[in-house]
């Protein structure tokens, strides 16, 4: 079964329910459906087999329907960030050209089909001349690729990851047997759909029959009056979008009372925000995920259930995780190794066709390390890309930075080396205070080894102008030394 089958066969059902919320407007099951119909004969019939189609749109109506159409026509969408520049975007399309490509910036795409973003549905078609009375296409084959996202990049080229249909449709099983979101379900994803969260916040919405809000973009406040006046029950977004919210929940003196669930990954969850969160969301179960874009959801960690400290939760439904040493060898619980995952969740290969991840028969590593306690919950321990070699001793950053973040006076940290000729690598730290907080290094020096050897102490510590962030709200670890040119060195 396909991502979009469920969408006739909720349009039959309740035809004159809303299924999407954009602003003012308001799309029916049964006119969403018919227009993904239309535009799918429409794709179908200009286009090969399994052919990529880019979608160069902002968050719009013609861009959800042209991605569920180009899904439904057994095609590929290649979701481009409006944020790239444009020679990113020239890098990233030849990698594997599209057959066709919607934009409203058709000077920026000789040969692209104009699509003007606030066009409604009827326009839409009417615009592009798709038949008015379309022969439906058969649903596609549930391991054709539908869809490819982009790791989110800043020096380098972002590297496409592809996904099927069955990647998806498996986890949306696995979401509804964990939250049960259904047709009494208002869901709302303020991010960008070049986001891979956002976009399968849109799929497994509709899949499940809820009716589903988005926006242009995100800001605070517009987020904040969209909860409330749409009554959401399910919110997904990253911790940072949240963080934003709480921040003008509190401001406005604002309950979301209506939020059952709030679903959450990208990055983990500060657990000193968690007190404000049940304030604004006293009703709300905060759910997050681990995850990778080659991997989809890994573990499930939710506040209604016991999740030991330090740990990333348990296996989301039909996820199996083991520990392996470097040769492939499983580790028992309580072993530290490379975290394998094994899942019909996973993707299906970078769209450029490179082979950058770690396999062990059906497993699969993207190079994060961990281990396993006796009761199944991952705790994880670092990556081997982060992994500083300094004097010939092996140090995982994300050792320090946790200890780091126990500091009162700091908001942010980031551990990392700089080449050095005497050791290889010279362990440093890029930090950020909170406001009115400060600390002089050889306070943090001592908050460090009061747990941690030397050589796990960084030799010099500077304080960050700007976080380096990634689109999706995480620490961008591929800046952090240009960050570090920019900032002042601690005394």
Not at 118 to 126: K, R, S, T
Not at 393 to 409: K, T, Y
Not at 428 to 456: M, N, T, W
């Amino acid at each position: 079964m396909s991502i979009v089958r469920p969408i006739a066969e909720h349009a039959r059902r309740l035809p004159d329910e809303v299924a999407l919320v954009f602003g003012e407007r308001k799309i029916s099951r049964r006119d969403l459906d018919q227009a993904v119909a239309r535009l799918a004969a429409f794709i179908a019939a200009r286009t090969s087999r399994n052919g990529a189609i880019a979608l160069d749109l902002p968050n719009s109506p013609a861009f959800v329907v042209l991605f569920l159409a180009t899904a439904a026509a057994g095609r590929v969408a290649q979701v481009l960030d409006r944020a790239w520049p444009d020679e990113t975007v020239r890098a990233v399309l030849g990698e594997r050209t599209p057959a066709l490509v919607f934009t409203d910036r058709p000077d920026a795409h000789p040969g692209a089909v104009n699509v003007p973003s606030d066009l409604l549905l009827e326009g839409l078609i009417e615009a592009l001349g798709a038949p008015r009375e379309a022969r439906r296409v058969p649903d596609p084959d549930s391991d054709l690729a539908f869809y490819i996202g982009y790791t989110s990049g800043s020096t380098a080229v972002p590297k496409g990851f592809q996904r099927t249909h069955r990647s998806w449709t498996a986890s949306f099983a696995g979401a509804q047997q964990e939250f049960e979101v259904g047709p009494s379900d208002c869901v709302f994803s303020p991010g960008p759909f070049s986001h891979s969260l956002p976009l399968y916040a849109l799929a497994s919405s509709l899949h499940a029959g809820a009716r589903f809000v988005f926006i242009r973009g995100f800001q605070a406040r517009a987020g904040l009056r969209t909860l409330i006046e749409e009554r959401v029950s399910v919110l997904y977004a990253v911790p940072t979008q949240l963080a934003m919210l709480i921040e003008a929940a509190e401001a406005d003196e604002t309950v979301c009372r209506a939020v059952r669930l709030v679903l959450s990954s990208g990055a983990k969850w500060p657990s000193p925000l968690s007190a404000r969160f049940r304030k604004v969301f006293p009703s709300a179960v905060l759910a997050e995920f681990y995850g990778a874009s080659e991997l989809s959801f890994v573990t499930l960690a939710r506040s209604d259930q016991r999740v030991p400290k330090g740990s990333v939760g348990r296996a989301f439904p039909g996820v199996s995780i083991s520990i392996r040493a470097a040769s492939g060898k499983k580790q028992p619980s309580g072993r530290t190794g490379l975290v394998f995952v094994e899942s019909p969740l996973v993707f299906s290969g970078y769209a450029g066709g490179s082979e950058d991840v770690l396999r062990s028969g059906e497993a699969m590593s993207v190079g994060d390390r961990g281990y396993l306690d006796r009761a199944g919950f991952l705790y994880l321990t670092g990556r081997n890309d982060r992994l500083v070699i300094s004097s010939g001793r092996n140090i995982q950053p994300e050792e320090v930075e946790a200890v780091l973040h126990r500091h009162a006076a700091l908001a942010m940290c980031a551990v990392f080396g700089l080449d050095d000729e005497k050791r290889a690598q010279r362990l440093v730290a890029l930090i950020q205070f909170k406001p009115g907080k400060s600390a002089k290094a050889a306070d943090l020096i001592a908050h460090l080894r009061k747990v941690l050897p030397s050589y796990k102490t960084p030799s010099r510590f500077a304080v960050a102008k700007d976080w380096p962030l990634t689109a999706s709200g995480k620490t961008d670890y591929r800046r952090l030394e240009a960050a570090w040119a920019q900032a002042g060195i601690l005394a």
